[in-house]
């Protein structure tokens, strides 16, 4: 995995994903079970407060990062000199060096959106989405989606303990697991993989992305923001994620369970390898 030459100064303050609480069950037997974290965490910016995003707080600071980057209110991680991040006032401290660019004309044209956790597009993304350039040469093996479907399954964690979760994960065309993050919302745990994307210095032309959750506009941007041609979610998809993945030449896949999946756009670049030979 690539470095990148230069990395913000971040604090390392993960919550804990899961707490234990009393419970009743039908028969009246009392015991324990694990429930979902959820803090707010208010990001300010040179001290100038932009949202409050509820999160599980598992990777607050790579939260931040890829939120500010995925709304195109930092260009560059250079323009970035430090990310702080204190619980005890559930507040995000990001230092620039030359303050953010036009930030009053972008956060009055802010779209709420269909996000669990949090769900605001500042600025007008749509305008700038025929801009992105993804590759058109890579390909997508169904060998290698029934593969990443089987790790995913096999690596989520809060998930199993707690439910109330999506979960979200970058894949090599190995596929290797290279991140995999779950939060309270599906668009935070994309914003994170993108801050962590941005901190390592991953391409995503050749990358696939997975999420557990509904496919909408916001996470088709997201997505082609970050580079990734590959789109694939166990969920389904909403009509203007759908019309967003043909204009950017997106390959997208739904309701993928199991063996089961339906591909949607550019199915030239799917490559069906005989992986469900005498499978119904």
């Not at 930092?74 to 030359?98: C, G």
């Not at 389904?236 to 993928?256: D, F, S």
Request: charged share 20%.
């Amino acid at each position: 995995m690539a470095a990148s030459l230069y990395r913000p100064k971040l604090t390392a303050s993960a919550r804990p994903s899961t707490f234990s609480v009393a419970t009743i069950d039908e028969h009246g037997n009392e015991g324990q079970t694990h429930i979902a974290g959820e803090h707010p965490l208010t990001v300010y910016v040179d001290k100038r407060e932009i949202l409050t995003i509820m999160t599980l707080g598992a990777a607050p600071e790579a939260l931040v990062l890829g939120y500010l980057r995925n709304q195109r209110l930092v260009e560059s991680i250079e323009d970035i000199v430090a990310v702080q991040v204190d619980w005890e006032v559930n507040a995000a401290s990001v230092y620039t060096r030359n303050g953010l660019v036009d930030l009053d004309a972008k956060m009055e044209h802010r779209t709420k959106t269909t996000g669990c956790g949090q769900g605001t597009v500042f600025g007008d993304l749509m305008a700038e989405i025929d801009d992105v350039n993804l590759p058109r040469d890579g390909q997508l093996k169904q060998s290698t989606l029934y593969a990443l479907s089987e790790l995913v399954r096999k690596h989520e964690t809060i998930y199993k303990q707690a439910g109330a979760v999506h979960g979200c994960a970058l894949f090599s065309q190995t596929p290797e697991l290279l991140y995999f993050v779950e939060d309270v919302g599906r668009h935070n745990a994309v914003d994170a993989i993108a801050g962590m994307m941005w901190l390592d210095g991953i391409n995503g032309n050749d990358k696939i992305f997975y999420t557990t959750g509904r496919l909408t506009s916001e996470m088709v941007i997201k997505a082609a923001q970050m580079g990734v041609p590959f789109l694939v979610s166990r969920s389904g998809l909403t009509q203007m994620g759908y019309e967003i993945a043909k204009r950017v030449g997106m390959t997208m896949i739904g309701r993928a369970v199991n063996r089961h999946f339906l591909l949607f756009n550019d199915a030239r670049r799917f490559v069906f390898d005989g992986a469900v030979s005498g499978d119904k």
